[in-house]
């Protein structure tokens, strides 16, 4: 039977390898397919396991080598991960000198113990986090082959993530626990060290079985083939599971289309589960108590209104399940699954439980390369929690205003370094924090304001239906924008991602005119924005004075409830003041206002407003 099951999504694979390899002209997509069987010794924190890996290149290129993550690995005194943490100015409090002084029992490893391809053996070598590995034979374009691996592994005392033994008391949290194969895209291979940050899989099918202690419960990616042998909250109502025989069972799992497969374990997990009306089945893990089981059962409420709402705001959630597990050391994004952590208050609780869902948006169907682009992951998760939280709680403050007060305050530090840098690269952890999460999120916000929130929103959809399972980059969503908007934003994404240059335009001068009143704005910062200049006046009334920039090449439409429009007038970027001129009297106007909507991120707003 596994192996019908396992010839079966091979056929699966070839298939999404021939559908997927090209996404769009001059892009490729290598495809894999996972087959891993590995016994967990619960006394020892030890395991092994096998792992056969059906490998399609799909790129234009051949192959001469391949490159698979260890990421267990860098648990372990002197390993990257321990070094930057303790030399970093600003470490992160959950790891900072933990590594360095893990014991021999504590630390995490992965040491393969065999490989070939294609029935032959190839020469590795492991390098840290990273198992290098040279092939007796190149691998072709258009081309299949299959490794065959068996490895070993000891599961780290929890400090980032992944590991064992939780503060919380989780025995195991099972993220980037295997051997896992490097991606290679049109930029090359993304065979980065693990030094804490982000992620980068390839899209493919896993077949998982675990095999473990009966008395624990396991939740996390995939679909539970055996669930009437399993048991554990699993199988069909009113079927009687079998009392397993030995002390172990097998638990087996497949994850279709998929780039990361997670676990979790626990002898004393509660397990729930509630069926959506459309079919998706939420199932919640956590270890009961006085800190968890009030809100973990109230949580069963929150979990479905957010598949609903992120759905229909960023497109269908395209798996049939969700699992929401206690474990890990935070909160941290998996496929179709989360890891977080439990004893928390219902609004962290459900903020949390939020945030990692949308990321089954943007890190788990989109998923662009998120080490080299996090804030189109964090930022854009930030960006679509924020509307969700907004919505399920119906709060009537501004749901962006923490992600724009974290860009704020990320400009004053001085620590501010281009979005476009590699998480790992980043100097501090909190510019890469505020780069990521709130500057991220702000892009999308403030994209809001320049090309009109109906054709952001639309964008998003189409930028959804275009590049999902395909892996986008930056120029990917802004050609999703320009074509909903009509609007030219190269100039947008060169500043705000590629620079720290910042915002800054005022109201210099406003004189009474023969004609009217005359009105001089001025430029400060280096960043060119359209304006939108509205006017108030004494009887109430209001009137919005657009100003685009000429290289958008066009103006945004008109948006709801924004005042009459009454002057349309081109910003060229180069010149530093600009003035425009009214036909009302300057003693009939109450005050004048750049963006009162707040939307643009103007670093100086007190600037912005003059009142008579």
């Given at each position: 039977?596994?192996?019908?099951i396992?010839?079966?999504?091979l056929?699966?694979?070839?298939?999404?390898?021939?559908?997927?390899?090209?996404?769009?002209?001059?892009?490729?997509?290598?495809?894999?397919?996972?087959?891993?069987?590995?016994?967990?010794?619960?006394?020892?924190?030890?395991?092994?396991?096998?792992?056969?890996?059906?490998y399609?290149?799909n790129?234009?290129?051949?192959?001469?080598?391949?490159?698979?993550?260890?990421?267990?690995?860098?648990?372990?005194?002197?390993?990257?991960?321990?070094?930057?943490?303790?030399?970093?100015?600003?470490p992160?409090?959950?790891?900072?000198?933990r590594?360095?002084?893990?014991?021999?029992?504590?630390?995490?490893?992965?040491?393969?113990?065999?490989?070939t391809?294609?029935?032959?053996?190839?020469?590795?070598?492991?390098?840290?986090?990273?198992?290098?590995?040279?092939?007796?034979?190149?691998?072709?374009?258009?081309?299949?082959?299959k490794?065959e691996?068996s490895?070993?592994?000891?599961?780290?005392?929890?400090?980032?993530?992944?590991?064992?033994?939780?503060?919380?008391?989780?025995?195991?949290?099972?993220?980037?626990?295997?051997?896992?194969?490097?991606?290679?895209?049109?930029?090359?291979?993304?065979?980065?060290?693990?030094?804490?940050?982000?992620?980068?899989?390839?899209?493919?099918?896993?077949?998982?079985?675990?095999?473990i202690?009966?008395?624990?419960?396991?939740g996390?990616t995939?679909?539970?083939?055996?669930?009437n042998?399993?048991?554990?909250?699993y199988?069909?109502?009113?079927?009687k599971?079998?009392?397993?025989?030995?002390?172990?069972?097998?638990w087996?799992?497949?994850?279709?289309?998929?780039?990361?497969?997670?676990?979790a374990a626990?002898n004393?997990?509660?397990?729930?589960?509630?069926?959506?009306?459309?079919?998706?089945?939420?199932?919640?893990?956590?270890?009961?108590?006085?800190?968890?089981?009030e809100?973990?059962?109230?949580?069963?409420?929150?979990?479905?209104?957010?598949?609903?709402?992120?759905?229909?705001?960023?497109?269908?959630?395209?798996?049939?399940?969700?699992s929401?597990?206690?474990?890990?050391?935070?909160?941290?994004e998996?496929?179709?699954?989360?890891?977080?952590?439990?004893?928390?208050?219902?609004?962290?609780?459900?903020?949390?439980?939020?945030h990692?869902l949308?990321?089954?948006?943007?890190?788990?169907v989109?998923?662009?390369?998120?080490?080299l682009?996090p804030?189109?992951?964090?930022?854009?998760?930030?960006?679509?929690?924020?509307?969700?939280?907004?919505?399920?709680?119906?709060?009537?403050?501004?749901?962006?205003?923490?992600?724009?007060?974290?860009?704020?305050?990320?400009?004053?530090?001085?620590?501010?370094?281009?979005?476009?840098?590699?998480?790992?690269?980043?100097?501090?952890?909190?510019?890469?924090?505020?780069?990521?999460?709130?500057?991220?999120?702000?892009?999308?916000?403030?994209?809001?304001?320049?090309?009109?929130?109906?054709?952001?929103?639309?964008?998003?959809?189409?930028?959804?239906?275009?590049?999902?399972?395909?892996?986008?980059?930056?120029?990917?969503?802004?050609?999703?924008?320009?074509?909903?908007?009509?609007?030219?934003?190269?100039?947008?994404?060169?500043?705000?991602?590629?620079?720290?240059?910042?915002?800054?335009?005022?109201?210099?001068?406003?004189?009474?005119?023969?004609?009217?009143?005359?009105?001089?704005?001025?430029?400060?910062?280096?960043m060119?924005?359209?304006?939108?200049?509205?006017?108030?006046?004494?009887?109430?009334?209001?009137?919005?004075?657009?100003?685009?920039?000429?290289?958008?090449?066009?103006?945004?439409?008109?948006?709801?409830?924004?005042?009459?429009?009454?002057?349309?007038?081109?910003?060229?970027?180069?010149?530093p003041?600009?003035t425009?001129?009214?036909?009302?009297e300057?003693?009939?106007?109450?005050?004048?206002?750049?963006?009162?909507?707040?939307?643009m991120?103007?670093?100086?707003?007190?600037?912005?407003k003059?009142?008579?």
């Amino acid at each position: 039977m596994a192996n019908y099951i396992f010839r079966s999504w091979l056929g699966l694979f070839f298939f999404m390898a021939i559908s997927l390899g090209y996404a769009q002209n001059g892009r490729f997509q290598q495809a894999v397919a996972y087959q891993m069987e590995v016994a967990m010794d619960v006394s020892t924190n030890r395991y092994q396991g096998t792992q056969v890996l059906a490998y399609t290149n799909n790129s234009p290129d051949t192959l001469t080598r391949v490159f698979y993550h260890l990421y267990y690995n860098a648990f372990q005194p002197g390993s990257m991960m321990d070094v930057r943490s303790r030399t970093i100015a600003d470490p992160d409090q959950r790891v900072k000198d933990r590594i360095a002084k893990l014991a021999p029992e504590e630390i995490g490893y992965l040491h393969p113990t065999r490989l070939t391809m294609n029935g032959g053996p190839v020469s590795f070598k492991e390098v840290g986090t990273v198992l290098e590995v040279d092939l007796t034979e190149p691998i072709l374009p258009n081309s299949s082959v299959k490794f065959e691996m068996s490895f070993e592994g000891q599961v780290p005392l929890q400090v980032r993530r992944s590991g064992r033994d939780s503060e919380e008391g989780v025995r195991y949290s099972m993220s980037q626990w295997y051997p896992k194969m490097a991606n290679y895209d049109e930029q090359g291979w993304h065979a980065n060290p693990y030094v804490g940050r982000e992620f980068y899989g390839i899209w493919g099918n896993f077949d998982v079985k675990i095999t473990i202690d009966k008395s624990y419960t396991l939740g996390g990616t995939g679909y539970l083939q055996n669930p009437n042998q399993i048991g554990h909250g699993y199988q069909d109502e009113g079927v009687k599971v079998p009392e397993p025989k030995g002390n172990t069972l097998t638990w087996h799992f497949v994850a279709p289309q998929v780039h990361d497969f997670m676990w979790a374990a626990d002898n004393k997990y509660q397990h729930d589960k509630v069926q959506m009306a459309n079919g998706i089945t939420v199932h919640h893990f956590y270890i009961p108590g006085e800190k968890t089981t009030e809100n973990w059962e109230k949580l069963k409420e929150f979990t479905p209104k957010a598949i609903d709402y992120l759905s229909k705001q960023f497109g269908q959630y395209p798996y049939k399940q969700f699992s929401v597990v206690q474990g890990g050391d935070g909160g941290m994004e998996y496929a179709m699954s989360t890891l977080i952590t439990g004893e928390r208050s219902l609004p962290s609780l459900v903020g949390v439980m939020v945030h990692e869902l949308a990321h089954s948006w943007f890190h788990g169907v989109l998923a662009s390369n998120e080490s080299l682009y996090p804030w189109m992951d964090e930022g854009f998760t930030s960006y679509a929690s924020n509307l969700a939280m907004a919505s399920i709680f119906q709060a009537n403050a501004s749901p962006h205003r923490g992600s724009y007060g974290g860009y704020y305050r990320l400009v004053k530090s001085g620590l501010e370094e281009p979005m476009s840098t590699h998480s790992d690269h980043y100097q501090t952890n909190s510019a890469y924090g505020a780069a990521a999460y709130s500057k991220g999120a702000v892009f999308l916000a403030q994209l809001g304001y320049v090309i009109g929130e109906e054709a952001r929103d639309r964008g998003m959809y189409r930028y959804w239906n275009t590049w999902k399972f395909k892996h986008p980059n930056v120029n990917d969503l802004i050609r999703a924008m320009e074509k909903e908007s009509g609007l030219e934003l190269d100039w947008y994404k060169e500043y705000f991602v590629y620079s720290t240059k910042t915002i800054d335009y005022g109201v210099k001068e406003v004189n009474a005119s023969v004609d009217g009143t005359s009105i001089t704005l001025e430029r400060i910062g280096a960043m060119p924005m359209p304006i939108d200049l509205v006017i108030t006046y004494k009887d109430g009334t209001k009137e919005l004075v657009y100003l685009p920039l000429e290289i958008l090449r066009g103006a945004k439409m008109e948006e709801p409830n924004a005042p009459k429009l009454v002057l349309t007038q081109d910003w060229p970027w180069v010149y530093p003041t600009l003035t425009i001129s009214l036909k009302r009297e300057l003693d009939t106007i109450k005050s004048i206002e750049i963006d009162p909507s707040k939307r643009m991120v103007d670093i100086q707003v007190e600037n912005n407003k003059v009142e008579f």
